[in-house]
């Protein structure tokens, strides 16, 4: 089963990561894609600018117990200085192929992904073997 990469650079903007995350979750579950589209996030530390721009330090959740942290809200995602890119990785059988092509052409045309500079890896691609080896190497 051949694979196709979809590649979207997201910069800094940590909103529009969640909204396109929450849509291919979203898409997933309607549509029974589980194996078939899986993505990852790769966040690289940009070089801080000033030189006395310091990383944000992890906050630890105050109170006792369980029922002291069910009560607190969730914080909202920090604003970080990293550069994320969403990796999506389209798997389908050699049967699916009317399908394939449809995902790979809706995704990169809705709303969060358009702007993000979409770009396609297909297998035969130059880059191919090194974006599989990154999409693998991420967590």
């Known amino acids: 089963m051949a694979h ?3 590649l979207f650079d997201f910069a800094k903007d940590e909103e529009k990561v969640q909204q396109a995350r929450h849509k291919l979750e979203g898409w997933k579950q309607a549509f029974r894609l589980d194996k078939k589209l899986l993505y990852k996030l790769e966040r690289t530390a940009a070089t801080p600018v000033d030189g006395d721009a310091k990383p944000p330090k992890a906050e ?3 109170g006792k117990g369980k029922a002291a942290a069910k009560t607190e809200a969730a914080p909202p995602p920090p604003a970080s200085n990293d550069d994320i ?4 990785r389209l798997a389908f059988s050699g049967h699916e ?3 394939e092509q ?3 052409q809706r995704i990169p045309s809705e709303e969060p ?4 500079s979409p770009g396609v ?3 035969g691609d130059a880059s191919f073997e090194a974006t599989e080896k990154q999409f693998d190497d991420l967590a």
């Open 60 to 62: 630890k959740a105050k």
């Open 102 to 104: 449809r995902w790979v």
């Open 113 to 116: 992904f358009k702007e993000a």
């Open 121 to 123: 890896v297909k297998p």
């Open 85 to 88: 890119k969403l990796l999506v």
């Open 97 to 99: 192929k009317l399908s």
């Open 4 to 6: 196709i990469y979809l």
